[in-house]
């Protein structure tokens, strides 16, 4: 690379490490961390960039390993730069038709050169004005970094479940209630994910019952406005009332209140006689007090008609839920499809007087015996806290 490219390429490759994590680089990346935002631009993208060559990349700019020298292809810069961009997601034969094939890194290496290359002419100033402006960018200078510091007090935290041994899991502020011990030990049954089981219980009220979701993983919420999300690998319930999704509650006693949101089986139509469905279900409830729930999303994904068993395995490959919270507006999303980076879709704006306090990832199948007890294979959680927006 020549003077300028690398310098593009260092500007371009430290803003996208601010982009993803909401602070500047200043140490090396991990591998959870070179993972995940593999992981991000691709989700935006449509293209791969490796996580090890991410690792390298960081190491590089940071001049941590300076006996290794980088040259990233044209292609890897360009996906930075449409990552850093925002550009539509694309595939690598679609950009290889362009006529341009390496638009957004040439867009943003020709902006770093002309940024370099202006002339600044001398500026002449009243000595008052001098005084005045020292002042200004005092002020300036601090009010940037009350708001550096408090976007970089936000929580990102995200969880790819490469390790589930319950240690690790406490150390990432992760932890269980209402354990039952055998499917528990059973958390690490699927490589590179986290195994949960569709248990009897939970968390609608019903006679007799006693609110319980066994094995509820659940980690604290630090921020007031944030997003939450979890990813599925080939999840597929069929039978009542199997279903896994996020939970947000306000305490871990389910006495206060909560709201989840799930991928579910469906198979009640009020007596008439329709074939099960596989929904995206959200649920509100106002806690203990309160008998009635409200469903605030029925979203129906597929009908379990004969003949269409292949098409549901490949279109739920992968799926994924996802909660934001922006004042008393909880938003509900979901994605699914047999490739990882399927977008996703908005399912409704609710609006809910609830603080969260605790966000978990749940299976269950209700009260009931009849249902098969089906491992749910969990590849990713995230949780990143927002900046509140004026009401």
């Known amino acids: 690379m020549n003077k300028q490219d690398l310098l593009a390429f260092t500007s371009l490759f430290i803003a996208v490490c601010e982009k993803c994590f909401a602070q ?6 991990s591998e959870a961390e070179s993972r995940h935002l593999s992981h991000e631009i691709e989700l935006q993208t449509g293209l791969v960039v490796g996580w090890k060559s991410i690792k390298n990349y960081a190491a590089f700019v940071l001049q941590e390993s300076p006996y290794k020298p980088e040259n990233p292809s044209l292609a890897t810069l360009d996906t930075l730069a449409r990552y850093h961009f925002e550009a539509a997601v694309t595939t690598e034969v679609q950009r290889k038709k362009s006529a341009n094939l390496y638009p957004y890194w040439f867009k943003y290496k020709d902006q770093i050169i002309a940024v370099r290359s202006t002339p600044t002419p001398p500026l002449i100033l009243p000595r008052k004005t001098y005084r005045w402006l020292a002042i200004g960018l005092g002020l300036g200078f601090i009010i940037m970094l009350v708001f550096y510091f408090q976007a970089k007090d936000l929580e990102q935290f995200y969880d790819d479940f490469l390790n589930v041994e319950e240690r690790v899991l406490i150390d990432r502020g992760w932890f269980v209630q209402s354990k039952e011990a055998r499917y528990w030990n059973q958390r690490g049954q699927h490589t590179n994910h986290l195994s949960l089981f569709t248990l009897k219980g939970d968390n609608w009220p019903q006679k007799g ?8 993983l659940l980690r604290k919420i630090q921020d007031e406005c944030f997003s939450t999300e979890v990813h599925f690998s080939e999840f597929i319930p069929h039978e009542s009332w199997q279903q896994a999704g996020l939970l947000l509650l306000e305490d871990t006693t389910f006495t206060g209140k909560s709201i989840r949101l799930s991928l579910s089986y469906n198979d009640f139509f009020g007596g008439y006689a329709k074939p099960g469905e596989i929904i995206i279900q959200g649920i509100a409830s106002l806690g203990k007090k309160y008998s009635n729930l409200e469903e605030v999303v029925h979203q129906p994904l597929f009908t379990l008609e004969q003949g269409t068993e292949t098409l549901i395995v490949n279109n739920l490959k992968n799926s994924a839920v996802k909660i934001e919270k922006q004042g008393q507006q909880f ?9 990882e980076n399927f977008s996703f879709k908005e399912l409704k704006v609710y609006e809910f007087d609830m603080k969260p306090k605790y966000a978990g990832i749940f299976a269950l199948k209700g009260f009931v015996d009849t249902s098969a007890t089906i491992p749910v294979k969990v590849k990713f959680f995230r949780l990143e806290g927002r900046k509140c927006k004026p009401e």
């Open 331 to 339: 938003r509900f999303l979901y994605s699914s499809g047999n490739s």
């Open 24 to 29: 500047p680089l200043s140490n090396a990346l």
């Open 209 to 216: 019952e006693k609110p319980l979701i066994q094995n509820l």
